[in-house]
Each structure stands twice: as structure tokens, then as C-alpha cells.
């Protein structure tokens, strides 16, 4: 590790307009400078340098950083090789045992630059085996059309064929100057104990998988053969492109439909991903066999809140997942699940009934998963009170498990009916049961591991920062955690604890993942006591973080005005009164979240109409009037904040 001294003295020589005049040429305007961004192709300066932050800015491509980030992005380098050439430049020593780092950090990326060529190359090549060759023809090319797929879904989805042969890959690859240790990597091609190198997927159908980006990450090879022992699928071992814990298959492909529908299918295999796309429904992932990672549920959470889940089989199988769906509550999601018949599951269902009458049984069978695991469970009850209590407390666990308070009271409420027990006792047990989780919870709480960027710190940040326009107050909130978090604030430490103890007290949570990222950087220098001023997150040892920081100060701030203003709130700026500034804030974020939530349960009352379901009738109903009591509240407490 690079001591942060060493960076901190590295950034205050290699100054922001240095770094970027040496590329850039820059004129002044006001207190900052601005240029031609030298990233994307541009008439009209939109890069704006702040050297007074030590930042850059480009408000055409979004790219956002200080002189280490600028480096990295300009010449490719990683972010140790970056901080030495800025270190050469500028004649500031380097510690010695470093050179050691970078040369670890060439190394990687060389690896998965070539990774990433070997991979693409072996895509074509099983798409090429399916296509062209006799063997791929016959054999697999007519498995996936006896699955009903389409030839353009079957090239949309890069699906391929790997020969029954023990080298076929092996040599071909070899032809093509890629080196056996690569290979073997990648997970191509295997080595037998007597050292005898063959191929990994002989005589198997293949799934490429790609990852959120689009690259070509990884294979999955699926068996043919009734009689074989052999594992039914054969999946790339973990390298340096691919961590399977970390990956949604399919994901790539649904983002789009995820936005517009603002809902995603989450399913168990790469046949139901595909077979739904067949049928027309874009917006699905699958956790593709394993069990759902918390790294998993937080790549859905940057594209939706809405989880519906589509898992084998009946009553039954759900039952078996239903761990893993709390763990879907726990993150904030909204989930529900479709029961299919016993024995189906999403592919084979949705062939035997085609896509329009499966798409129709997908919208009618929708159900909210705590009022269908109520009534589940309750089927096994009858009148035996030790199995009654039992199933009351699985079903307050999974309540417990729901981040907003006011939905789990609508919860509450509505289980009260179904499980004919008084409000006021599962609310008691729901109160004991939130203690001990809370409690938990803290325990489990350690300093967040922040891996380096995967892709390009850029690709990276963007990817992030995509949904910025609907979070504008959220941001704003971070803005104001950076640059007065240090400040003192009577009964806290300081500021940054008073905002985050007060957003905890109001169930408030930040909704993008950058935001996160800081926050939760935030409250571990709290948790260290150490000192929260904004150069120490310009300046972070973290690219991410620093890159982050960068793009959210250099934000205008015009926004916060609209929303002072339609509070009556008069407009300040955040210098003279950031206590008004991140008062008003707080309400306006408790605002919107109340907004979202009754046109979310207005929605989901048209719907439970539709499908004249009873019980999420009473729950949606019981949501809103929650909800409006809430609103009332606000307003009022708005009013006070007018008064001041
Ligand atoms: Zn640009």
C-alpha cells in the first residue's frame, strides 16, 4: 500500500491544472478552467477544471476525477502506476518497496486484457462449432431448436458448441498463438493428473455469459448425454474477468427493459433467461443455480427496486427458497413471487404454453410474497396453536427483515386479519424480533471491502453514476456530508453523524450505489474518529471514492433552489446556512419517498382489483391511509421549518 502521506504530498505538487494543462489547453472563466475534454470528441469546451477543489470535470461525458484519476484515464494506467509517473514527473520520491506493486499491477492488467482477448475469441469459435461444423449442426444446433429457441435469440445470446473431441480447442487455440497457461486460466481447457492437457466442454452446448458491460466474461458448457456422469454443467472457474458471486446472467441484456418496466424477473437458470426473452419479456436475470449473494441483489438494486421472483415448481419449492428471498428484504426490495405448477418451471412452462398465454399467466399469478408465505404457511396450521405461533414468528422474521417502517406496520396490520391475532401482539414480537436483528446487524457491521474498479475506473463510475438525474437530492445529501460533515454540531461528534443518525431515525436510505459507497466510507472514519474534511475523500486511496467525490462536487446546484423554493424555504447558500440547507434536504428526500411509495401502492391497488385478490386489496389500502397520516405529518413539520 501507498502510505496517504505519500499521496497527499504526490497531489499537492501535481496539481490539478498542471496535470491536465500538460494535455489540455485551458482558459480561465471565473474560478475555474475549462477546455476541450480530451476523452470525447467535442466543439465546445464542456471540461471544467476546479483547481481550488483539485478536480476535473467533463459535463458532456461525465468524467470526473483529481490529477491521479486524470492520469489513469488519459494513459491507461492502473492507479499505482498512475500516482508513480505523476511521482517521476514531478521528482517526489518513491518508496522503494513499491515498484514491487506496480509491477503486480502491470501484470494483472495484462492478464485480463488477454483474458478478455482469449475469451472473445473463444465465443466465436464455439458459435463458429455451432454454425459451421457437421458435428455442432446436428448435435447441438438441433438441441437448442428442440428447446424451441429461435435462430436470433440463439444468436443474440452467442449460445455455441464446444466438439466431442479431446483437443480440438486445444490445438486451434494453440494455432492461433494463444499460450496453454492462459488456457488454463480461462478454464478452456483442463490438465489431467498425468499432465496431459484436454479440452474442458467436449461434447457440450455452450452459454456465453457476459458481464453487466457486455464483455465476455465467462462459459458455461451444459451436457447432452442422458447416460453421463459427468456434471450437467461445466462453468469457468474464477479469474481475474469473472467472480460468479458478483454476476447476474442476462443482466446486460435486460437492463434497458428493467428501467422501463421498473420490475425484474429473477430466475434460477440460463434457459429461463432465454426462453423468457423468446417469449418476449426482456426484463430477467438469473442467479444461474447458486444461491442469491448479497453482491447479487446489490447489482439489481442499481437498476430496480422490484423483485419479482420466478423459482421452480409449486408451493413447495418456493417454501425451500424462501431464505434466500428474505434476503431480498432485507436489502429494501419489494418482492413478490409466481407459483407455477407443480413440476413446471419458467422454460418449461412458458413452451408448453406459449408466450402470449405466458405472459398473461405471469401478470394474473403475481403475488406479494409476505401475504402468499401468510397464507402458505397457514395451510399447514389448522388448529394447532405450537404450529401457529411458529409460523407467526417466521412470518414477523420476514416482516422484521423490511428496511421501511411504514410498510411493515401495513404488514402488520393486514397479517393481523389473515392470522386472526390481535395487532397489538405481533406488533410486540415484531418490536423484540427488530431489536435483536438491529442489534445483529451492528455486530456484523465491519469496514466495507471496496474492490478496486473491475473494468475502467471511468466504465466503472459511470456504470455507478447512471441513474444521477433521479437522485438528485440524494447526491446533494452526499454533497453536503462532504464538505461540512467535519463541522461541529451540538449532542454529535459533528455534522456528518447528525445527518446520518437523523436519516436512520426517519428510515431514509440512500438509493445509489456511489452514494452508498461514500456513506458507508463516511461512517467508517467515524467509527475511527478520523477527521471527515473533503480533501481526505478528493485525496482517497480509493479511485472510486476519489472519482465519486469529484463528479458530485463539481455538480451545479440549481436543484437544491427548486426544492428550497417549493418549500418556502428561503434560499440560501449551503456556505452561509447548511443547517437549513441539509434540514430542508432531509425533508424533501422523507417527501419523495412518501411519493414514491403511494403511487407504487396505488399501482399495486389497481392491480390486486384486477386479479380481485382479496388480501392485497386490505394491504394496499391499508398502505396508503399509513402513508397519508404520514404525508399529513410532513406537511406540518414543514411548516415548522418555514417558521424558522
Ligand atoms: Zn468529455
Known amino acids: 500500500m501507498i502510505p496517504q502521506s505519500k499521496i497527499d504530498e504526490i497531489l499537492q505538487v501535481a496539481t490539478i491544472e498542471e496535470v491536465v494543462g500538460d494535455y489540455v489547453r485551458l482558459k480561465r472563466r471565473g474560478a475555474n478552467l475549462t477546455g476541450l475534454c480530451p476523452f470525447h470528441n467535442e466543439k465546445t469546451p464542456s471540461f471544467s477544471v476546479s483547481p481550488a477543489k483539485g478536480i476535473y470535470k467533463c459535463f458532456g461525458c461525465g468524467k470526473a476525477g483529481n490529477s491521479v484519476n486524470f492520469v489513469m484515464e488519459h494513459d491507461g494506467l492502473g492507479y499505482i502506476e498512475a500516482l508513480k509517473s505523476l511521482a517521476d514527473k514531478y521528482r517526489i520520491e518513491w518508496p522503494q518497496q513499491e515498484n514491487v506493486n506496480i509491477d503486480h499491477e502491470k501484470a494483472i492488467r495484462s492478464e485480463k486484457e488477454s483474458l478478455q482477448i482469449l475469451n472473445n475469441w473463444a465465443a466465436d469459435y464455439f458459435e463458429n462449432q455451432l454454425w459451421e461444423s457437421d458435428e455442432g449442426k446436428t448435435i447441438g444446433l438441433s438441441y437448442f431448436e428442440e428447446r424451441g429457441f429461435r435462430h436470433d435469440i440463439i444468436k443474440k445470446f452467442k449460445l455455441g458448441y464446444s466438439l466431442e473431441s479431446w483437443s480440438h480447442l486445444n490445438d486451434t487455440a494453440l494455432a492461433a498463438l494463444y499460450n496453454e497457461d492462459l488456457l488454463l486460466k480461462a478454464g478452456l481447457v483442463k490438465k489431467s493428473e498425468q499432465g496431459k492437457v484436454y479440452d474442458a466442454y467436449r461434447g457440450r452446448v455452450m452459454f456465453t455469459i457476459h458481464g453487466h458491460t457486455g464483455k465476455v466474461i465467462a462459459f458455461a458448457g451444459r451436457q447432452l448425454k442422458k447416460d453421463d456422469k459427468s456434471a450437467k454443467y461445466v462453468n469457468s472457474p474464477e479469474t481475474l474477468l469473472y467472480h460468479k458471486s458478483n454476476e447476474l446472467y442476462g443482466l446486460f441484456y435486460a437492463k434497458n427493459a428493467i428501467r422501463q418496466n421498473d420490475f425484474v424477473y429473477l430466475v434460477e437458470g440460463y434457459t429461463d433467461v432465454i426462453s423468457m426473452h423468446q417469449a418476449g419479456i426482456e426484463n430477467v436475470v438469473a442467479s444461474s443455480g447458486t444461491s442469491l449473494t448479497e453482491n447479487q441483489i446489490k447489482l439489481i438494486k442499481r437498476h430496480t427496486e422490484n423483485v419479482t421472483v420466478l423459482y421452480d415448481g409449486d408451493a413447495a419449492g418456493i417454501k425451500a427458497s424462501m431464505r434466500g428471498i428474505d434476503m431480498l428484504l432485507e436489502q429494501g426490495l419489494n418482492v413478490k413471487v409466481v407459483p407455477f405448477p407443480d413440476g413446471e418451471d419458467p422454460d418449461s412452462f412458458s413452451r408448453k404454453v406459449g408466450a402470449d398465454a405466458y405472459s398473461s399467466y405471469l401478470k394474473k399469478e403475481t403475488r406479494d410474497f409476505i401475504l402468499f408465505k401468510v397464507k402458505l404457511l397457514l395451510t399447514d396450521v389448522a388448529n394447532d396453536p405450537i404450529k401457529k405461533a411458529q409460523v407467526t414468528r417466521d412470518i414477523v422474521e420476514s416482516i422484521g427483515k423490511i428496511p421501511d417502517g411504514i410498510k411493515r406496520m401495513a404488514f402488520i396490520k393486514e397479517c393481523a386479519v389473515l392470522l386472526d391475532m390481535n395487532e397489538g401482539l405481533l406488533i410486540a414480537e415484531l418490536n423484540k424480533y427488530r431489536n435483536d436483528f438491529l442489534t445483529q446487524k451492528e455486530k456484523?457491521?465491519?469496514?466495507?471491502?471496496?474492490?478496486?474498479?473491475?473494468?475502467?475506473?471511468?466504465?466503472?463510475?459511470?456504470?455507478?453514476?447512471?441513474?444521477?438525474?433521479?437522485?438528485?437530492?440524494?447526491?446533494?445529501?452526499?454533497?453536503?456530508?462532504?464538505?461540512?460533515?467535519?463541522?461541529?454540531?451540538?449532542?454529535?461528534?459533528?455534522?456528518?453523524?447528525?445527518?446520518?443518525?437523523?436519516?436512520?431515525?426517519?428510515?431514509?436510505?440512500?438509493?445509489?450505489?456511489?452514494?452508498?459507497?461514500?456513506?458507508?466510507?463516511?461512517?467508517?472514519?467515524?467509527?475511527?474518529?478520523?477527521?471527515?474534511?473533503?480533501?481526505?475523500?478528493?485525496?482517497?486511496?480509493?479511485?472510486?471514492?476519489?472519482?465519486?467525490?469529484?463528479?458530485?462536487?463539481?455538480?451545479?446546484?440549481?436543484?437544491?433552489?427548486?426544492?428550497?423554493?417549493?418549500?418556502?424555504?428561503?434560499?440560501?447558500?449551503?456556505?452561509?446556512?447548511?443547517?437549513?440547507?441539509?434540514?430542508?434536504?432531509?425533508?424533501?428526500?422523507?417527501?419523495?419517498?412518501?411519493?414514491?411509495?403511494?403511487?407504487?401502492?396505488?399501482?399495486?391497488?389497481?392491480?390486486?382489483?384486477?386479479?380481485?385478490?382479496?388480501?392485497?386489496?386490505?394491504?394496499?389500502?391499508?398502505?396508503i391511509k399509513l402513508l397519508k397520516e404520514k404525508q399529513k405529518e410532513l406537511s406540518h413539520k414543514a411548516g415548522i421549518v418555514i417558521l424558522h
Not at 454533497?479 to 431514509?508: R, T, V
Not at 434560499?571 to 411509495?597: A, F, G, H, R, W
Open 444 to 623: 456484523e457491521w465491519v469496514e466495507p471491502t471496496i474492490d478496486t474498479p473491475k473494468v475502467s475506473l471511468q466504465e466503472e463510475l459511470k456504470e455507478l453514476l447512471k441513474v444521477e438525474p433521479l437522485f438528485e437530492q440524494e447526491r446533494y445529501m452526499v454533497k453536503l456530508l462532504l464538505l461540512h460533515g467535519h463541522k461541529e454540531k451540538e449532542g454529535y461528534a459533528n455534522i456528518a453523524q447528525y445527518i446520518l443518525a437523523e436519516m436512520q431515525n426517519l428510515e431514509l436510505f440512500f438509493e445509489q450505489e456511489a452514494m452508498r459507497l461514500l456513506v458507508d466510507e463516511i461512517r467508517f472514519m467515524l467509527q475511527e474518529n478520523l477527521p471527515l474534511h473533503t480533501e481526505a475523500f478528493i485525496n482517497h486511496s480509493n479511485p472510486l471514492i476519489s472519482a465519486s467525490t469529484a463528479s458530485i462536487l463539481a455538480q451545479q446546484d440549481e436543484a437544491s433552489e427548486k426544492w428550497t423554493i417549493k418549500y418556502g424555504v428561503p434560499i440560501v447558500s449551503p456556505e452561509d446556512n447548511y443547517l437549513l440547507d441539509i434540514s430542508s434536504t432531509m425533508l424533501y428526500l422523507e417527501k419523495k419517498q412518501l411519493e414514491k411509495m403511494t403511487s407504487q401502492a396505488g399501482e399495486e391497488l389497481k392491480l390486486a382489483i384486477e386479479k380481485g385478490n382479496e388480501e392485497e386489496i386490505n394491504f394496499s389500502l391499508e398502505l
